[in-house]
């Protein structure tokens, strides 16, 4: 099979992975499969429940898996920032952060700091998330950032006026406008760790459509799914960018990954195309700026 796929990585024995929104969808394939390769896999999710029902889950598949349950609520800014702190102090190494949860077009809701939901849990938390683990993440040569985006980064726009939309909210739009924050996060967080000569990489996926919890509040991706197997990604197939951007050795600082096939819907993964208003420098330093304010997180990477 042509592309990147869970059989294309070795070993990942003696490495750790943070894996956000494990317990579910995609994050809990890369988990699964990580486990599978020997890595230890700390499963930042909201519900410890669920999460360790799910690392039970991935014990029948892979008997003594070296997994872990770390409390992570995305729409709480004190949780990000005590999940970090936990990973700090508890974990000897963390080789790499996988930013894989997220929410999708919920009705217009707020974070505990009185956010957006969409760009509050799909951005600013990964943002902060990422800021915060950067020191542990450059203890270890070759540790790696991966930010989730998607293709409705396409239709995205961010609006600078009414980012936590106190004028307005179309569910739809501000999730493509979210996960275009993630490519614009992306963008800049590897310029500045290009130019602080960091040793961390940092690189984004996106699953195409994939059979996973994420759309429960679409309709239409409720209607499609049950119809659409031999042209949407399982979940399974959907963590393959997400495994790509990971641990694939020949994957290079500020990659895109996605699926090949359909327009990018499903199949395999590679390098994958972003829209031009993904690649606007200096969006994407104005969003890092914003971001530092919105969040009172500033990693200490200097935008030279």
Same mark, same amino acid.
């Given at each position: 099979?042509?592309?990147? +796929?869970?059989?294309?990585?070795?070993? %990942?024995? !003696?490495?750790?992975? *943070?894996?956000?929104? @494990?317990? =579910? #969808?995609?994050?809990?394939?890369?988990?699964?499969?990580?486990?599978?390769?020997?890595?230890?896999?700390?499963?930042?999710?909201?519900?410890?429940?669920?999460?360790?029902?799910?690392?039970?889950?991935?014990?029948?598949?892979?008997?003594?898996?070296?997994?872990?349950?770390?409390?992570?609520?995305?729409?709480?800014?004190?949780?990000?920032?005590?999940?970090?702190?936990?990973?700090?102090?508890?974990?000897?190494?963390?080789?790499?952060?996988?930013?894989?949860?997220?929410?999708?077009?919920?009705?217009?809701?707020? +974070?505990?700091?009185?956010?957006?939901? %969409?760009? !509050?849990?799909?951005? *600013?938390?990964?943002? @902060?998330? =990422? #800021?915060?683990?950067?020191?542990?993440?450059?203890?270890?040569?070759?540790?790696?950032?991966?930010?989730?985006?998607?293709?409705?980064?396409?239709?995205?726009?961010i609006d600078w006026d009414d980012l936590d939309a106190r004028r307005s909210y179309r569910a739809r739009q501000r999730y493509a406008d979210s996960k275009l924050a993630n490519l614009l996060h992306l963008l800049e967080l590897d310029r500045r760790l290009r130019a602080a000569g960091s040793p961390v990489r940092a690189m984004a996926c996106h699953p195409g459509i994939a059979a996973t919890e994420l759309g429960r509040n679409s309709l239409g991706f409720r209607l499609l799914f049950p119809v659409a197997g031999l042209v949407l990604n399982s979940a399974?197939?959907?963590?393959?960018?997400?495994?790509?951007a990971a641990a694939d050795p020949a994957a290079g600082p500020g990659a895109y990954y996605g699926p090949q096939r359909f327009l990018g819907l499903s199949g395999p993964s590679a390098p994958a195309k972003r829209k031009a208003t993904a690649r606007d420098p200096q969006a994407a330093r104005r969003l890092w700026e914003v971001s530092v304010q919105m969040t009172g997180i500033d990693c200490g990477l200097a935008g030279l």
């Open positions: 099979m042509k592309g990147f +796929t869970a059989a294309s990585l070795g070993g %990942q024995a !003696g490495k750790c992975f *943070l894996v956000t929104g @494990a317990n =579910t #969808g995609i994050g809990y394939e890369a988990a699964r499969v990580l486990a599978a390769l020997g890595a230890r896999v700390l499963m930042a999710c909201r519900s410890e429940e669920k999460a360790r029902l799910a690392m039970e889950h991935i014990r029948m598949h892979v008997p003594g898996a070296n997994l872990a349950f770390v409390p992570l609520d995305q729409a709480d800014l004190f949780s990000v920032r005590e999940c970090a702190e936990r990973v700090v102090r508890d974990e000897p190494r963390l080789d790499v952060l996988i930013n894989n949860a997220g929410v999708m077009v919920p009705p217009l809701e707020r +974070t505990v700091q009185g956010h957006e939901l %969409q760009f !509050g849990v799909n951005h *600013l938390a990964p943002f @902060a998330l =990422t #800021g915060l683990l950067l020191p542990k993440l450059s203890e270890t040569p070759g540790a790696r950032v991966v930010i989730t985006a998607s293709l409705a980064h396409v239709r995205g726009r399974e197939q959907g963590a393959w960018p997400t495994l790509q």
